[in-house]
């Protein structure tokens, strides 16, 4: 009911910035808050930042806190991730989720999400 789509991504230089979007389309009106994973090669997936639908409210990976700013657009139903001091350990496939459940939790697991978008591959050259 509710579709995730993940633009944004590319090729990067260390040091350099990328702004991730995530268009999310249909019920939008049930979101209660939406999140950014990602992926590496080998590696589970990890959380890297959420924001509330409601307040506004941001949570942040300690190793994103300070260079990637979670951002929403409500008349484009569009949340955006701003990456800015990239790093080649932040290259990865970022997904973007959305939570259709209330709750009151801080929504930093995979498990917290119901709806995921296809992905968009980030990479951090050295």
């Known amino acids: 009911q509710v579709q995730l789509v993940e633009s944004g991504g590319g090729l990067v230089q260390a040091g350099g910035s990328l702004r991730l979007s995530c268009a999310a389309s249909g019920l939008t009106f049930s979101i209660y808050a939406m999140g950014w994973f990602r992926q590496a090669p080998g590696k589970e997936r990890e959380f890297v930042a959420t924001?509330?639908?409601?307040?506004?409210?941001?949570y942040y990976a300690g190793s994103v806190k300070g260079r990637f700013t979670i951002s929403r657009d409500d008349a484009k139903n569009t949340v955006y991730l701003q990456m800015n001091s990239l790093k080649p350990e932040d290259t990865a496939v970022y997904y973007c989720?959305?939570?259709?459940?209330?709750?009151?939790?801080?929504?930093?697991?995979?498990?917290?999400?119901?709806?995921w978008g296809q992905g968009t591959q980030v990479t951090v050259s050295s």
């Open positions: 989720a959305a939570r259709t459940s209330r709750g009151s939790g801080l929504y930093r697991r995979g498990n917290d999400y119901n709806h």
């Open positions: 924001i509330n639908w409601s307040g506004s409210s941001t």
